[in-house]
């Protein structure tokens, strides 16, 4: 049994970037729904085929169906959804849902978790995205694999124990670093000084941890807890309170990792 | 007036990889001072001379003095060097210390600040690293800039005052980004998960801001607030408190910044 009948459900960077690379593949897109028309049109548009803004418009005709909306949203739109074609497979996206959201709702039913970070506005090689799959039987968790195979060569199976960490470890390596970033682009300009200046540390930063470990690729004031520069440092912060704090806070952290690893 | 005859005072990460650039580009470096015999020695024998523990013994044959020692080091160090050849320029490579650390010490003095998170196991290609210059007169600054233009093809003059920016702007984008994957490493490892597959998504989150602001590039379930998502997390982290504190400060400020550019 194949899934190459596919609609999705959801119209935002997961659903984009994943349906992208399906039609690329060949996989036959049926229909995307979306609560927003805009987004639905959109994606619709570039996937070359037909959307929908009603649950109950949904066809029934597709072998796979991706859920990629909202966690907050599941519980509405999954029983409505399934309900529809009971024999077809069903998958979520999330990292932080556990499998067991499909329980009683459908008889086929699992995971595929592209672990990246999605932006409509960026396009993302797909085929280096590492992709976690989960189904509730073997036979089905070998389809996924065969599936996310072919859009990516970083195919893993993973239970929903595992994937709950892998979302939230990549929150901090990832919505959080660039969250770091995005305090040095406000740091920067408002001393007038242009944020470009600051990426080819970035890039390294992140290049460096292909070879270290990011705890020996540590460095700066905090890794030696230099007391003169960090003083500096929460001076030039007292304006701003949050961002002394978080200063003051991952400062302490890194010393305490410093620590323990030495 | 040129720069040919090169001491470097102190072995760290930047005066390894300076000095080795220096080289290089056929400047000759005739000394490495350093407190440590270990790194004074390691360091001279990599750039091929020699090396001293002592200051008393560092020689007064060089135009250019390169001071990359601690901050805190600085008071101690600076004056018991200057006095032994008042003629040659001096530069200190710190990005949060003001050119006036040698008023009164020296004649001709400047910064020569990398821009870069150097460690000494890790090759750096030189010529990509910015590099700010500032110097007590213009042909010293243009002196400075000459020399830092041979190093690296990305060479600003910034005032000290800039230069206390970009260093507090590098410690969030780079030291800190560098603990968050730190953290995420932990969380991985403490689940039986390699490091290795968050590694396409800390490269895109890292390559995406060369395309769009950092604000812009925010994804997760902070940027869109999805308190499901974050009280899951902030349960998942009860046992570390550190990491808990992290994560909630770190998801308010991402809020605040989503709220303030929508």
């Not at 037909?50 to 109950?56: A, E, N, Q």
């Not at 309170?241 to 030495?262: F, G, K, V």
Request: proline share 3%; hydrophobic share 40%; glycine share 4%.
């Amino acid at each position: 049994m194949e899934a190459n009948k596919i609609v999705l459900i959801g119209a935002g960077n997961v659903a984009t970037h994943l349906g992208v690379a399906l039609v690329r593949k060949g996989y036959s897109v049926l229909q995307v729904y979306s609560r927003t028309e805009e987004a639905a049109k959109a994606l619709a548009i570039r996937l070359q085929t037909g959307f929908t803004t009603c649950l109950d418009d949904v066809t029934d005709e597709a072998d796979l169906y991706i859920v990629s909306i909202k966690d907050s949203a599941l519980d509405e739109v999954l029983p409505r959804l399934t309900c529809r074609n009971p024999r077809a497979m069903y998958v979520h996206t999330a990292g932080s849902i556990s499998i067991d959201v499909w329980k009683g709702l459908a008889v086929r039913y699992g995971v595929l978790y592209p672990l990246q970070t999605f932006s409509k506005e960026c396009e993302v090689d797909f085929s280096a995205v590492p992709c976690f799959v989960e189904a509730n039987t073997e036979e089905d968790t070998a389809l996924l694999q065969r599936l996310a195979s072919e859009l990516s060569r970083n195919v893993y199976r993973a239970s929903s124990e595992q994937r709950r960490y892998l979302h939230i470890a990549a929150v901090f390596a990832c919505n959080f670093s660039n969250h770091l970033y995005a305090v040095c682009d406000h740091l920067l300009s408002s001393h007038g000084l242009p944020f470009e200046v600051m990426l080819p540390l970035i890039d390294e930063t992140a290049r460096k941890v292909h070879q270290l470990r990011p705890v020996e690729a540590q460095t700066g004031p905090a890794r030696r807890y230099d007391e003169n520069v960090i003083g500096r440092h929460m001076e030039m912060l007292q304006d701003e309170p949050e961002l002394a704090q978080l200063y003051a806070l991952i400062s302490r952290n890194i010393h305490t990792y410093q620590t323990n690893n030495d």
